[in-house]
């Protein structure tokens, strides 16, 4: 049973434009929301996280917005450059328990010039 | 300071053979962490250290694997008998008690069982 899904799985954007991937959990449980950052031959890194007591977090070009009644959750990559063309995934987990991080599938960004 | 480290980072064995899997953790952080991605699925969690005990290990797929964490600083992943369904890329992560949420993610190791 797939906890969080992750959508699209792969995604091209030319430069200078907007990337937005989509996520959707099911646990209710979960209240810690990061996103991660994989380049190739590399582990996944943390981009950028929010917490459900917030709609939206924003870290330089990239934005989190969070729907908790909706149970989703996307991030925004404005301007995209082609440094950013990497694997993303959303994940969540649950601060009152154990750590563990619930990842979705991943979407390949791809940003062409 | 040094990041997560994982060794080896690729690896190549038979159906039927034994692998051992090291994660170095970042120095100071108690968090350790075992994920896999097995090819085009979700990075799936394996288990948890807290120090050199087991927290948390019900995403161990089965008896054939085994996990330590001797003295609290490196851990090991041991497959043994490797089985084909056990290929995949194998994440070490780590984290503080000050910022636990916040995990820090090895390169990964690459299991190829043939």
């Known amino acids: 049973q797939q906890q969080v899904k992750q959508s699209p799985q792969s995604l091209i954007v030319q430069k200078g434009g907007i990337s937005i991937i989509n996520c959707a959990y099911e646990n209710t449980a979960f209240d810690y929301f990061p996103w991660y950052q994989q380049f190739p031959g590399k582990g996944p890194a943390l981009l950028i996280a929010?917490?459900?007591?917030?709609s939206e977090k924003k870290e330089g070009r990239f934005t989190i917005s969070f729907n908790k009644s909706a149970k989703q959750f996307s991030l925004h990559i404005m301007d995209s450059q082609p440094g950013d063309s990497a694997t993303y995934f959303c994940?969540?987990?649950?601060?009152?328990?154990?750590?563990?991080?619930?990842f979705g599938t991943g979407t390949k960004l791809q940003v062409i010039p | 300071e040094a990041g997560v480290t994982q060794f080896p980072s690729h690896s190549v064995i038979e159906k039927g053979q034994t692998v051992t899997l090291r994660c170095d953790p970042i120095s100071g952080h108690d968090n350790l962490y075992w994920y896999r991605r097995v090819m085009g699925k979700e990075i799936k969690f394996l288990l948890h250290?807290?120090?050199?005990?087991?927290?948390?290990e019900s995403g161990m797929p089965n008896n054939r694997f085994l996990a330590e964490r001797t003295g609290g600083t490196y851990s090991t992943l041991k497959v043994q008998p490797a089985e084909l369904e056990d290929s995949g890329v194998y994440f070490c992560?780590?984290?503080?008690?000050?910022?636990?949420?916040?995990?820090?993610f090895g390169p990964g190791t690459r299991l190829t069982v043939t």
């Open positions: 992560a780590s984290s503080s008690w000050t910022s636990e949420y916040e995990q820090y």
């Open positions: 929010i917490r459900p007591d917030v």
């Open positions: 994940a969540a987990s649950s601060t009152g328990g154990y750590q563990k991080v619930t």
């Open positions: 250290f807290v120090k050199e005990s087991k927290q948390d």
